[in-house]
């Protein structure tokens, strides 16, 4: 039996030389979800993580529908719902105290018609047991890139410091998964189009239980509470804490005394429930995620993709980022697994995958930009938003908005 991955740690000799075949930089969903895929057509592959680890604070949690049919299909769906997770039929939400069913997942013609809620490091350290069975898988931990290997007008791998030295990865494909401050994207000289959205978000967490969570509780997770008021507030119960999401306009955080105190205010009389939660956060509690938008004109280079967030910065709203990153790595294997198999993936390979999913990732852009509009009213505004308000009339629309979220306008699969 092979020992969980979330115990093995690699002991690679320093100034280490290793070949293979395709080397991702980034151990999160995309890059996960690629290196395992990849293994499993029989092509070796290395996944660089620079942490040693997968907890982290503040990271998407959300599992869609459509990601949850690819695990299906990966085999991994019964392993991954014995895990701890809440599952959400509908995505509710309180306009100024009044409760509106923003989408419907019930009507999916998905597996599971719920959206499914659980620690992003469960979820990545499921996919890195499942690479660990795999023998042409290897994750390598605390493997931070720092550079580029080149040669011949394209990129032929990455060096990385490692805890024992330097490692040099060279690779027929590298394919960069390390999100939206991507050093390795950087690196190429692409450069995103977009800029920063109206809204940042304030991250935070507040105890509220006193002793152990019962068994019971750590089975069925409670789901996310929203509500939107001067801005919108999101509260994840995590059993021992909530971990809460406040919506803010962008740049109006500053760290200040006054602006803790603005928070307060603001959460109170958004979501009053939580008045004791924040009552005694410091600043020092905080973490600012300032929201961008944007995405690369040209994913690729000769010997180099990007996916995911590298490719296109998303906001949170909707938690669609996740899922779009997934679908991201699921065309890149279906695509590139042929050309790996022949040799080094050519300019117009690489090309394929970005037409695949470029569609998609403007359609999801411009309806995130779109929902900005309501996300940041204040004050009170005389009517609700046109969305809204259509959604609140015509509840059908509510199964669009839900295809739209749980699936998106493009799902992958592992067969096409």
Same mark, same amino acid.
């Given at each position: 039996?092979?020992?969980?991955?979330?115990? #093995?740690?690699?002991?690679?000799p320093?100034?280490?030389?290793l070949?293979?075949?395709?080397v991702?930089v980034?151990?999160g969903?995309?890059?996960m979800?690629?290196?395992?895929?990849?293994?499993r057509?029989?092509i070796?592959?290395v996944v660089?993580?620079? @942490?040693?680890?997968?907890? #982290?604070?503040? #990271?998407?949690?959300?599992? @869609?529908?459509?990601t949850?049919?690819l695990?299906?299909?990966?085999?991994?769906?019964?392993?991954f719902?014995?895990l701890p @997770?809440?599952?959400?039929?509908?995505?509710?939400?309180?306009?100024?105290?009044?409760d509106?069913?923003?989408?419907?997942?019930?009507?999916?013609?998905?597996?599971?018609?719920?959206m499914t809620?659980m620690?992003?490091?469960?979820?990545?350290? !499921?996919?890195?047991?499942?690479?660990?069975r795999?023998?042409?898988?290897?994750?390598?931990?605390? +493997?931070?890139?720092?550079?580029?290997?080149q040669?011949?007008?394209r990129?032929?791998?990455v060096?990385?410091s490692?805890?024992?030295?330097?490692?040099?990865?060279?690779?027929?494909?590298?394919?960069? +998964?390390?999100?939206?401050?991507?050093a390795?994207?950087?690196?190429t000289?692409?450069?995103?189009?977009?800029g920063?959205?109206?809204?940042?978000?304030?991250?935070?967490?507040?105890?509220?239980?006193?002793?152990p969570s019962?068994?019971?509780?750590?089975?069925?997770?409670?789901?996310?509470?929203?509500?939107v008021?001067?801005?919108?507030?999101?509260?994840?119960?995590?059993n021992?804490?909530?971990q809460?999401?406040?919506?803010?306009?962008?740049g109006?955080?500053?760290?200040?005394?006054?602006? !803790?105190?603005?928070?307060?205010?603001?959460?109170?009389a958004?979501?009053?429930?939580?008045?004791?939660a924040?009552g005694?956060?410091?600043?020092?509690?905080m973490r600012?995620?300032?929201?961008?938008?944007q995405r690369?004109?040209r994913?690729?280079?000769?010997g180099l993709?990007c996916?995911?967030?590298? +490719?296109?910065?998303?906001?949170?709203?909707?938690g669609?980022?996740?899922?779009?990153?997934?679908?991201?790595?699921?065309?890149?294997?279906r695509?590139?697994?042929?050309?790996?198999?022949?040799?080094?993936?050519?300019?117009?390979?690489?090309?394929?995958?970005?037409?695949?999913?470029?569609?998609p990732?403007r359609?999801?852009?411009?309806?995130?930009?779109?929902?900005q509009?309501? !996300?940041?009213?204040?004050?009170?505004?005389?009517?609700?938003?046109?969305?809204?308000?259509?959604?609140?009339?015509?509840?059908v629309?509510?199964?669009?908005?839900?295809?739209?979220?749980?699936?998106?306008?493009?799902?992958?699969?592992?067969d096409?």
């Amino acid at each position: 039996m092979v020992p969980s991955s979330r115990f #093995r740690t690699e002991n690679l000799p320093m100034d280490t030389d290793l070949p293979t075949t395709c080397v991702i930089v980034g151990g999160g969903p995309a890059g996960m979800i690629a290196g395992l895929l990849l293994a499993r057509a029989g092509i070796e592959v290395v996944v660089l993580e620079k @942490h040693r680890d997968f907890l #982290r604070d503040f #990271r998407g949690d959300t599992i @869609h529908p459509a990601t949850q049919d690819l695990l299906a299909e990966m085999g991994l769906l019964d392993d991954f719902l014995a895990l701890p @997770h809440a599952d959400m039929p509908r995505v509710r939400m309180s306009w100024w105290g009044q409760d509106l069913t923003l989408a419907d997942f019930t009507h999916l013609r998905t597996r599971r018609k719920v959206m499914t809620f659980m620690p992003q490091g469960d979820f990545l350290d !499921l996919l890195a047991d499942a690479g660990a069975r795999e023998p042409q898988f290897r994750l390598i931990r605390r +493997a931070e890139v720092v550079g580029l290997i080149q040669e011949d007008g394209r990129v032929a791998g990455v060096r990385a410091s490692t805890p024992t030295g330097e490692l040099s990865v060279r690779a027929r494909l590298v394919i960069a +998964a390390d999100g939206r401050d991507s050093a390795v994207r950087d690196a190429t000289g692409l450069i995103p189009v977009g800029g920063a959205a109206a809204m940042d978000v304030l991250w935070f967490r507040r105890l509220f239980y006193t002793s152990p969570s019962p068994p019971d509780r750590q089975k069925s997770r409670s789901l996310p509470f929203f509500s939107v008021g001067e801005g919108l507030v999101i509260a994840i119960d995590r059993n021992e804490f909530l971990q809460i999401a406040h919506v803010i306009p962008a740049g109006s955080w500053r760290g200040e005394t006054r602006d !803790l105190a603005a928070m307060r205010t603001r959460v109170a009389a958004i979501a009053p429930s939580l008045t004791p939660a924040v009552g005694a956060l410091e600043v020092g509690d905080m973490r600012l995620l300032r929201v961008r938008i944007q995405r690369l004109r040209r994913w690729f280079v000769p010997g180099l993709l990007c996916i995911g967030d590298a +490719a296109h910065a998303m906001s949170p709203a909707g938690g669609v980022g996740i899922n779009l990153a997934i679908q991201d790595a699921v065309a890149a294997v279906r695509l590139l697994a042929p050309a790996l198999r022949r040799g080094t993936p050519s300019v117009a390979d690489l090309r394929r995958v970005q037409q695949r999913r470029m569609f998609p990732t403007r359609v999801i852009q411009g309806t995130q930009r779109a929902m900005q509009r309501f !996300l940041l009213t204040s004050p009170r505004p005389r009517r609700m938003p046109l969305t809204l308000r259509m959604l609140a009339r015509f509840p059908v629309l509510t199964r669009l908005t839900g295809r739209l979220i749980g699936v998106g306008p493009r799902p992958e699969h592992l067969d096409g």
